[in-house]
């Protein structure tokens, strides 16, 4: 992993306003590969889980930045939030990962933009339809402890154009603002952390986050089909009625022959039905 930055400036001071909790280690970097990569090899390297629980590493620039599928995610250097997250949760609350953090970005979104935030299942922050977030989880075992790694990426001063070759609307911190100045990204990684630490806190607790989370659901009640495949296969796809969720997070379509399907992850899209004449 490349080295942070010294001294306890930007990013790096937040360290004394989360100690303890999400944020109580921050590695800033200038510029790297991955930051989920960066999480991935300081979790293979940990001989315990001590000190790893908390840990966010942000980047100014990733050359070789990840979403879902393994599609690239792209960001010119400076402008928005590239981070990874490593937490150590309970067993009992370690499959509600990405629905915390998908909660956890749509409450900071909301936050600094007084805008609505639905959520496309599993797992994009969406406002007007635009994606402005998107989120992957992942995790492996520290000794006998389960380490989760949430990779985050938040478009905060990204200007959107129709033409900029991106196979989604998108939209960002600055674009919802309706400014040109640009916006302080260590106040929005500060207002995110503020938001993780709450709703991954509410669950420590044993409070549910699902009904608000299922509120947030752009496509429940909708004819859609899910792709079960990766970046370069198509693989099984589950087509119905979306209408619902388990308390697992997973998909409940219900195919035309009645079945009702759960489906843990996949590429949503919304089935368009063509009116007579």
Not at 8 to 18: P, Q, V
Not at 21 to 37: C, N, W
Not at 46 to 70: M, P, S, W, Y
Request: aromatic share 4%.
């Amino acid at each position: 992993m490349p080295s942070n930055n010294k001294g306890k400036l930007g990013f790096i001071g937040l360290e004394s306003k989360f100690h303890g909790s999400i944020g109580t280690r921050i590695v800033h970097l200038r510029r790297t590969s991955s930051t989920m990569d960066d999480a991935r090899e300081l979790v293979k390297r940990a001989e315990n889980a001590d000190g790893l629980h908390g840990t966010v590493i942000i980047a100014d620039e990733q050359t070789r930045g990840r979403g879902r599928f393994d599609r690239s995610w792209d960001s010119e250097p400076s402008e928005d939030i590239l981070t990874s997250i490593i937490v150590c949760p309970r067993p009992s609350i370690s499959a509600q990962l990405t629905i915390m953090a998908s909660l956890g970005v749509a409450l900071a979104v909301e936050t600094l933009t007084d805008s609505i935030v639905e959520i496309k299942w599993p797992n994009d922050a969406l406002v007007n339809s635009k994606k402005i977030c998107g989120v992957i989880a992942e995790g492996s075992m520290v000794a006998d402890t389960f380490a989760g790694i949430l990779g985050i990426g938040l478009n905060v001063n990204m200007r959107p154009a129709a033409d900029d070759g991106r196979n989604y609307r998108a939209t960002s911190i600055r674009d919802l603002s309706g400014s040109d100045r640009l916006v302080n990204r260590v106040a929005v990684l500060s207002v995110l952390l503020e938001k993780l630490n709450e709703v991954y806190d509410a669950v420590d607790r044993g409070e549910s986050i699902m009904p608000e989370w299922r509120g947030r659901l752009k496509m429940l009640g909708s004819e859609i089909s899910v792709s079960m495949g990766t970046k370069n296969s198509v693989g099984d796809v589950v087509s119905g009625v979306a209408e619902d969720v388990d308390e697992f997070g997973r998909l409940l379509i219900r195919e035309s022959s009645g079945t009702l399907r759960a489906v843990a992850s996949g590429e949503v899209t919304t089935r368009v039905s063509s009116g007579d004449g």
